[in-house]
């Protein structure tokens, strides 16, 4: 279960990665830790969110009014990295990026289509 107030203490200041971060789980995650009075930086491949109708456009809006950011940036990709990730210092980072449960792993593209 996620303390919220014990991760408060802990994170407060922090500026979080969050990989998948416009999908459901990331959102979550980066709403969670904005809660817990970090700074979120949230990533994805494609730069949108992926599904609509499970109200994750409006969590992205009211994570951006309270300052998160959101970068373009495949974490598979060095040279993504290295752009996306040269200005404010990353200090912890959450993976929450997913690959398909009906895809085998070795036959996940590593850019979007």
């Known amino acids: 279960m ?4 014990r991760c408060a203490q802990i994170w407060s200041g922090e500026r979080f ?3 998948g ?4 789980l990331g959102l979550r995650a980066g709403a969670l ?4 009075g970090c700074a979120v930086v949230l990533t994805s491949r494609s730069g949108r969110v992926p599904r609509d109708g499970q109200g994750l ?3 992205l809006a009211s994570l951006m009014t309270k300052r998160a950011t959101s970068l373009v940036c495949d974490v598979q990709d060095g040279f993504h990295v290295l ?3 040269s200005s404010p210092r ?7 990026a997913g690959v398909s449960a009906t ?3 070795c036959n996940v593209a590593t850019t979007p289509n």
């Open 33 to 36: 830790l904005q809660e817990a």
């Open 103 to 105: 895809t085998p792993v």
């Open 21 to 24: 971060g416009l999908g459901g």
């Open 17 to 19: 990665l969050v990989t």
């Open 90 to 96: 990353i200090t912890r980072a959450v993976h929450a």
């Open 83 to 85: 752009a996306g990730f």
């Open 57 to 59: 456009q409006q969590l």
């Open 2 to 5: 996620f303390d919220l107030p």
